[in-house]
């Protein structure tokens, strides 16, 4: 059991590893509707309101943003709108605003308008002192207006980087930034592991994995007020944090018995219970929408695999057959599909694939050597992972459908852990 500990632990730190971010789009989407987003009037603040709108559309993969020096006008009021010259630019949406300061921020208005109908769709304001955040409130209304489904720009990432420190030590920072890469902030620095970071339901507290007692520990942590508290440090492995929906109970992976099990903890009374009991090795929680259901990693077929188990039955399922390695499941907000790492029999490589649940569909999303630890944007449009760039560690992104890709590099360090926080409005 020592043997299967260690591994599994050294299998953890060799994913560890981001600071600031930058976005590269790597693959585009051909079909992506044409929007203009004019240059906002009124106040300037410290980045361009517009700019920031049309950068998180062309991201989606959904909207090709039209380049304001070939605007044939800035039209920047409703009367100033002329529909003839956007539908001779072959534009579908165009977006016009202003911004105006407010004491220690920033108050934007914005008009949302169907060319091709010549009708307006969508008119709304945000004020905040943080004018980035104002944008991408922007940004999710005109992507909900346009798809039916709600926007994930006003969101946030976590991230792990690892860097060599002097004396060959490494310094491993728990760090999280807006869905774009700016903002980066750190919530733990740490001369000893960090893994598996997990975030409640309401963005505002992060599970995560910490070795700084000498030992595996779970920690639960206050992003904004900093602080933090361990809820487990059981002997044997203390691993793979996940928030319950409701976000007042914990799945973890325990080997307190002798073996990896699927336990859930209640996070107020720290109260246990066993899911799984298996003399497999049972791993990598993620819960169903329902609350009610676990999905999770274990070699009991053999070969590491997806299985679902019922959290009041505690009776198991097996839900992937396709391949010869598939783990680190992470589901779907509709709850119908799952993102997860895959190996194709015969293949060498590692990528992210998802499986439909009801037709037993798999997708392979990516071609990459080693991608891992996806996870997946809180209205399902995109999935973020980690992945391996000229020998570092890096995160990348890839829509659902596999259309977009985008890679996002950092300036220190290796990347890795990803994980996408909830829509938190």
Same mark, same amino acid.
């Given at each position: ?166 004396? &060959? ?5 728990? &760090? ?247 829509? &938190?409005?």
């Amino acid at each position: 059991m020592k043997a299967v500990l260690t591994a599994l632990v050294l299998l953890c730190i060799g994913q560890a590893a981001w600071a600031g971010l930058t976005i590269e789009i790597t693959k585009g989407n051909d079909s992506a509707v044409p929007i203009a987003v004019v240059p906002f009037g009124g106040d300037t603040p410290p980045h361009d309101v517009a700019e920031i709108i049309g950068a998180d559309l062309k991201r989606s993969g959904l909207f090709e943003p039209f380049a304001p020096g070939n605007m044939l006008s800035l039209p920047q009021q409703k009367e100033d709108v002329v529909y003839s010259d956007w539908r001779k630019s072959g534009v579908d949406y165009l977006v016009i605003g202003n911004v105006k300061k407010e004491g220690n921020g920033y108050k934007a208005t914005f008009v949302l308008y169907d060319v091709i109908k010549q009708q307006q769709l969508l008119e709304h304001s945000y004020s905040s002192s943080n004018h980035r955040k104002v944008a991408h409130n922007i940004s999710d209304d005109i992507y909900e207006k346009l798809t039916g489904k709600p926007g994930a720009f006003d969101t946030k990432i976590l991230y792990v980087t690892s860097t060599r420190a002097a004396a &060959n030590k490494i310094r491993y920072k728990l &760090n999280y930034a807006d869905s774009d890469g700016f903002g980066a902030k750190t919530i733990l620095n740490s001369s000893e592991p960090i893994l598996s970071p997990s975030w409640s339901p309401d963005a505002k507290k992060v599970a995560y994995v910490n070795f700084s007692k000498g030992r595996p520990g779970i920690y639960i942590q206050d992003i904004y007020q900093g602080k933090r508290q361990r809820m487990t440090a059981f002997k044997g492995l203390n691993s793979a944090p996940a928030w319950s929906p409701d976000g007042r109970k914990l799945a973890m992976v325990l080997s307190k018995g002798g073996n990896p099990d699927i336990y859930i903890m209640d996070v107020a009374t720290r109260q246990l219970r066993q899911i799984t009991r298996h003399f497999a090795i049972d791993t990598e929680p993620s819960w169903m929408p329902d609350g009610q259901h676990l999905v999770f990693t274990s070699n009991r077929g053999g070969a590491p695999q997806i299985y679902q188990a019922n959290v009041q039955t505690g009776k198991v399922k097996r839900l992937t057959f396709e391949g010869k390695y598939n783990a680190r499941a992470r589901v779907f907000p509709d709850g119908k599909s799952i993102a997860m790492v895959h190996k194709g029999e015969g293949i060498a490589q590692f990528n992210i694939a998802v499986l439909e649940l009801d037709s037993g569909r798999l997708r392979l999303l990516t071609s990459t050597p080693l991608d891992e630890s996806p996870s997946v944007a809180p209205n399902g449009s995109m999935l973020i992972y980690a992945t391996q760039q000229r020998g570092r560690g890096v995160l990348a992104a890839v829509s659902a459908d596999g259309a977009v890709k985008l890679t996002l590099p950092s300036s220190e360090g290796d990347v890795r852990e990803p994980a996408w926080s909830p829509i &938190n409005k």
